[in-house]
């Protein structure tokens, strides 16, 4: 099921509270199964339902309460902090500070949409006023380079990058040394992905890491892949500093819940979401926006 699917059940499965003409633990049950049954097909953890499940039940106590719209209330707020639970795991998300250099390097398999995610966070922040640039340090795909400058070019942004260097390392510390020196506020450094998680893509991504000490690590999560995203931000947390998410393919079929438990499990706050191919195609991630916007 996708997010919008997800939203429209989890509003009439709230709505349905509203039609009952008494608000007792029938109704309750009814509507928390419903509402549970659309999370479990849109992909969101079996685990993390339950929790969501009881925590809601837990949290209401027919006996002290008051009359029906109070109770209707009641619900909806312990149904609402239960959803944020999921979404915002409470820390502060990551933004570059105007006036100084911000160096964010992106990591994540390849296909996941890392260099699309680059130059939209390019875009969005030179829009925003910031002096920006891209670094492509991926010598493991034929082309990165390429689609990276394509990206760079459309949206005037500076880019660095080399056809015949083959070291990752020397490319990331030259191309940042370089807009260093040239005063600019954000420098993003795309790092190659493999198809699967391998020691020597995470070898490679700590020596990058290493080297350019990055402010900000940020993971692309392809939304798409559904359950098999929290295997793979778990690996991915477990080797580099990643303290940002950016889910990317929010948009057509995916079914988020999968991308959703994953942030949960490893407790990483979502920055943007892509929600489709196109560089203006990227959202500010707002938990409380977002869970509003499911619960209709
Ligand atoms: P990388 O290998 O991780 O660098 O992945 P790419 O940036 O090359 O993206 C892989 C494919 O996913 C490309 O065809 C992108 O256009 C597409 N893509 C990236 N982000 C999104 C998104 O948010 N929505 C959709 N629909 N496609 C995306």
Redo the contacts with the bound molecule.
């Keep these: 099921m996708v997010l919008a699917d997800l939203g429209r059940k989890i509003t009439a499965a709230i709505r349905s509270l509203n039609n009952a003409t008494v608000i007792n633990e029938e109704a309750l049950d009814t509507m928390l199964k419903e509402i549970c049954t659309a999370l479990l097909e849109s992909d969101v953890n079996v685990k993390l339902v339950k929790v969501l499940r009881e925590s809601v039940r837990k949290s209401i106590d027919f006996d002290e309460m008051a009359g029906g719209l109070n109770k209707r209330r009641m619900i909806q707020t312990a149904v609402f902090k239960e959803l944020m639970k999921l979404v915002d795991p409470g820390t502060k998300q990551w933004a570059p500070v105007k006036g100084k250099p911000n160096v964010v390097m992106f990591v994540?398999?390849?296909?996941?949409?890392?260099?699309?995610?680059c130059a939209k966070l390019a875009y969005w922040y030179q829009r925003k006023g910031m002096k920006t640039a891209l670094v492509c340090a991926?010598t493991f795909?034929a082309g990165?380079f390429d689609?990276l400058k394509q990206n760079a070019t459309k949206a005037r942004i500076p880019f660095y990058g080399d056809y015949t260097e083959s070291d990752p390392t020397k490319i990331a510390v030259e191309g940042v040394q370089k807009f260093k020196d040239e005063n600019f506020e954000l420098i993003i450094v795309?790092t190659s992905?493999r198809h699967k998680q391998e020691e020597s893509l995470f070898e490679e991504m700590l020596e990058v890491s290493n080297a350019i000490s990055p402010d900000n690590i940020v993971f692309?999560m392809d939304a798409s892949i559904g359950q098999a995203c929290e295997a793979q931000a778990r690996a991915f947390k477990s080797k580099v500093n990643v303290a940002s998410v950016i889910i990317?393919?929010?948009?057509?079929h995916a079914r988020g819940g999968g991308a959703l438990s994953a942030v949960a499990a490893t407790q990483s706050p979502v920055i943007f979401?892509?929600?489709?191919?196109q560089i203006d195609?990227?959202e500010q991630f707002k938990a409380k926006s977002f869970v509003s916007k499911l619960l209709g």
């Excluded at 990317?248 to 057509?252: E, P, S």
């Excluded at 979401?273 to 191919?277: L, M, N, P, Q």
């Design positions: 994540g398999l390849q296909g996941s949409g890392k260099t699309t995610s991926d795909r990165a689609q795309d992905g692309v990317t393919k929010l948009d057509g979401i892509g929600t489709g191919e195609e990227f």
